[in-house]
């Protein structure tokens, strides 16, 4: 393994004040975007709409890399946003499925012919991977231990091959927002997923300073009925991840998972503020999905040969979350 280059792309990847665009959506939920919008999922409107992402003037400004799918990097798109100085990198996961004998509940997979797919994907010109793991909430019931563990396990022999391949991994445990739970349930469950991750990254020999965390934040469910105020998921958020993530991990970034877009650049912003410099042992930024894209692809699906209000919205939300990973 070759812990500079590793650390280098790192600590690139995290540099304030930029983020990471997530915009490797699979094929299927890109359809589903689409739908939408009333825009037909074709390869060509695919590319057109990623395009449009990667073409953005001045978005390398606000934004390090950007998280690509299969089809999008194999349409030029990773060169595109390599000449403008934004790392491509790829979501290498096949998506979560079924977990056996534990109803509601899901596993990542993607490791058979990961070694082979990550070679490939370091000749193309990617500096790293994403593998997203889904944690549910329900009741007092889920997530399971066994739903923890084997998605930990799965995501460290994941960073593994990565950092074998030469490539960042970035390891996202999300603990789904989805129900009504409270935001201490949140907090358990994010505490419990976290220490089995970083528990299983030890184990399997992950080097830290090169490799990043996608976290969800610590959040009272969708449907809570009292929901906590950007303060408290900002102090609760920050706590979870001090008591959990190790010193020498590169950084942290935070997925959207259905927050507004204002939602998520508030937390982030609060997060921040609240941190004096040096409190926080690594940076704090975003990558962002949907809370980065949504208004851009509304603007797009009015005239999807216009990209420039598109490009407007894109732009406006990549400067705020920007300016909120600096105090
Ligand atoms: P959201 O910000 O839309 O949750 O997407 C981030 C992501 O990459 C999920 O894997």
């Not at 074998?164 to 445990?173: F, K, R, S, T």
Request: charged share 30%; hydrophobic share 35%; aromatic share 4%.
């Amino acid at each position: 393994m070759d812990k500079d280059k590793l650390k280098a792309t790192a600590d690139q990847m995290v540099a304030k004040p930029k983020g990471i665009l997530a915009m490797d959506e699979s094929t299927g939920t890109c359809t589903k975007r689409f739908e939408t919008i009333g825009v037909e999922s074709t390869e060509e409107n695919r590319k057109k709409y990623r395009e449009m992402l990667a073409t953005a003037e001045g978005l390398e400004n606000y934004v390090s890399g950007a998280i690509l799918f299969d089809e999008t990097l194999r349409q030029g798109i990773g060169k595109t946003l390599a000449d403008k100085g934004i790392i491509p990198g790829i979501k290498v996961d096949t998506g979560a499925k079924e977990l056996a004998l534990h109803e509601g509940e899901k596993i990542t997979e993607g490791l058979d012919g990961l070694r082979d797919r990550l070679k490939e994907y370091a000749e193309l010109g990617c500096g790293f991977a994403k593998w997203r793991a889904v944690i549910t909430i329900k009741g007092d019931t889920l997530p399971t231990e066994a739903c923890i563990d084997a998605n930990a396990h799965a995501l460290a022999r994941y960073a593994a091959l990565c950092q074998e391949a030469g490539l960042v991994p970035i390891v996202e445990p999300e603990v789904l927002m989805d129900g009504d739970h409270s935001i201490e349930r949140c907090y358990k469950i994010t505490s419990e997923t976290l220490e089995e991750l970083f528990e299983e990254l030890e184990e399997q020999g992950v080097y830290l300073p090169g490799c990043v965390l996608k976290a969800s934040m610590v959040l009272s469910g969708k449907d809570a009925q009292d929901r906590a105020d950007v303060k408290t998921v900002a102090e609760q958020t920050v706590k979870c991840l001090k008591e959990n993530v190790p010193a020498d991990c590169a950084g942290v970034v935070f997925l959207s998972g259905g927050q507004s877009n204002e939602e998520a650049t508030d937390h982030l912003n609060e997060m921040n503020k609240m941190s004096e410099a040096g409190d926080l042992p690594w940076p704090l930024s975003f990558s962002y999905g949907r809370a980065l894209q949504s208004s851009a692809l509304t603007a797009w699906g009015e005239n999807i040969d216009d990209v420039s209000a598109a490009q407007e919205k894109l732009l406006e939300r990549a400067k705020a979350n920007s300016d909120a990973t600096i105090n």
